[in-house]
């Protein structure tokens, strides 16, 4: 063992080496219990980091054990073997916690997604109803005069309607009643049955989760019929990684930013603008 190795943890020169989980001094690491956190999509960034961290931790310190156990057996002409790095902690956003599941932001954005169910529903319908006439034209099997199937359309929209009445059986802890009128009146009503309750649903310990994953699924499903998402959000969290300009935008639920500067135009994830966001505002409170 070289001599600036040694065992006594008060000489703190740094070069101590105690047991493999507290082989170094280090800052104190003190995530919020993931459990409490928000269960929305504003903490991911949050849980990524800390669950990522932790695993590189327990490598960390097998791989610490296994180090020491080399040095142990070194002898002359073996190469000293090579110390494992520590990982890095990572610096964790602003923990926002569920109230009691979700932040009211989430609650927010699942209800504004599942109240647009309804006009992507219909947008979704009128769109494979303007397609059969082309579809007839085309045909050119089958007995003749049949209209050209709008089935997968149906198809996705009786499963939506199926489960817009399953939940409301859920919630009232009821057998799933049978679809009352027409395919789109089902789901209007469906809709509005569940936006109006929308904040008792994904306050409830045991549906708040499956809620809100489904309700982002579906919106995902239908979104780029979603006749109220061609707006363009200008987000000013932060600047444009490339020209440095105030001009970063983003489709509203678009997984994409871009810099609306013509002669820039970097696109980026969104993901990773709120990651610069979050520096930005870090670095706003910090001064
Ligand atoms: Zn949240
Ligand atoms: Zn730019």
Not at 51 to 72: G, L, N
Not at 97 to 115: I, T
Not at 118 to 146: I, M, P, T
């Amino acid at each position: 063992m070289p001599a600036w190795i040694h065992s006594d943890p008060n000489a703190d020169d740094g070069h101590w080496r105690g047991h493999a989980d507290d082989a170094r001094p280090r800052p104190r690491w003190a995530p919020v219990n993931l459990d409490t956190l928000c269960a929305g999509s504003c903490m991911n960034s949050y849980r990524r980091k800390v669950r990522s961290y932790e695993h590189a931790t327990t490598t960390y310190q097998t791989d610490y054990a296994t180090w020491q156990a080399d040095t142990a057996a070194w002898h002359a002409p073996l190469a000293w073997p090579a110390e494992p790095e520590q990982p890095e902690q990572p610096r964790l956003p602003y923990p926002i916690l569920g109230d009691p599941v979700y932040c009211s932001d989430c609650v927010y954005a699942y209800k504004s997604k599942l109240s647009k169910l309804d006009g992507a529903a219909c947008v979704y319908l009128r769109d494979a109803d303007g397609f059969r006439g082309q579809s007839d034209q085309a045909k050119v099997s089958g007995k003749g005069n049949e209209p050209a199937s709008l089935s997968p359309t149906i198809d996705d929209l009786d499963e939506l309607d199926g489960w817009l009445r399953d939940w409301k059986a859920s919630y009232l802890g009821a057998e799933t009643m049978a679809r009352q009128g027409s395919l789109a009146d089902s789901i209007t009503l469906g809709t509005s049955w569940l936006v109006a309750r929308v904040e008792r649903i994904l306050a409830h310990a045991d549906m708040a989760q499956a809620f809100g994953d489904e309700v982002n699924r579906w919106y995902g499903r239908l979104v780029r019929y979603d006749p109220s998402d061609i707006t363009v959000e200008r987000l000013k969290g932060a600047r444009c990684p490339e020209c440095k300009g105030l001009t970063l935008e983003r489709k509203t639920g678009d997984d994409k930013v871009t810099c609306g500067r013509r002669t820039c135009e970097r696109v980026l994830k969104w993901s990773e603008y709120q990651e610069l966001a979050e520096e930005v505002l870090k670095a706003r409170k910090a001064s």
